[in-house]
């Protein structure tokens, strides 16, 4: 009897507390509920095609090639001893008898050569200009021949001269001595001069350098 009183007590009691919890909840439940939350637009973006990126393209190797005007050295001229002020050499044999010719000079070197289909024919110790009348550099062409030319400026004879610019810078006979210098023109001697006149023709090339030397092989660019 008494356990049956205890039992039904705790049966009152657990369903008086489960009614309050329940009502509890309830509460809970009305006092806590979030307020509904309007539903964002769903906003569509428009699918973006990715950037094509560039396919690399090799680029073709820059290659040295002669000018359409080059020559190939195929001879030099053997010169015995040193080449001193006043020296040249002249030798036509084994080079062709006709072709292209091409005159070198390097200032540093103080050398001219003369070249035909790229046979040495012919190579001259030179005189240039003095600092203050410097001769020019560049590929420059033969413009003038005359045989028995006196300078307008100088009034001094320049013999089978050979024009190069305008302003009279040329080739021509002269006395080359050591520590001698010209006013830009380019000074042979004399006989040399007389043979260079003789081989050399209007347009072609005389190309002045300074300390550029050309071997068997070698190709004339300028």
Not at 41 to 63: D, G, L, N, Q, S
Not at 77 to 92: A, K, S, Y
């Amino acid at each position: 009897m008494r356990v049956s009183l205890r039992t039904g007590l705790g049966v009152a009691m657990l369903v008086g507390v489960v009614g309050v919890t329940a009502g509890g909840a309830a509460m809970l439940l009305s006092a806590e509920r979030p307020a509904p939350v309007a539903a964002k637009p769903v906003v569509r973006v428009a699918a973006v095609k990715p950037t094509p990126v560039p396919v690399p393209v090799a680029t073709p190797v820059a290659v040295s090639t002669p000018a359409p005007e080059a020559m190939v050295v195929r001879r030099v001229l053997d010169i015995d001893g040193p080449f001193t002020h006043g020296r040249w050499v002249w030798d036509e044999d084994g080079a062709p008898a006709d072709g292209k010719l091409v005159v070198t000079i390097d200032l540093d070197a103080q050398v001219l050569s003369v070249f035909r289909d790229g046979y040495e024919i012919g190579a001259a110790v030179v005189l240039y200009g003095a600092d203050w009348k410097p001769t020019p550099l560049g590929a420059l062409k033969i413009t003038e021949k005359d045989a028995d030319h006196v300078s307008n400026l100088y009034g001094a004879p320049m013999p089978y001269m050979l024009r190069l610019t305008n302003d009279g810078i040329s080739i021509h006979g002269s006395d080359v001595q050591e520590g001698a210098a010209t006013h830009g023109c380019i000074g042979v001697p004399t006989a040399f001069a007389r043979k260079l006149f003789g081989v050399a023709k209007l347009g072609d090339r005389v190309i002045i350098t300074n300390g550029k030397r050309l071997g068997m092989g070698g190709a004339i660019t300028a």
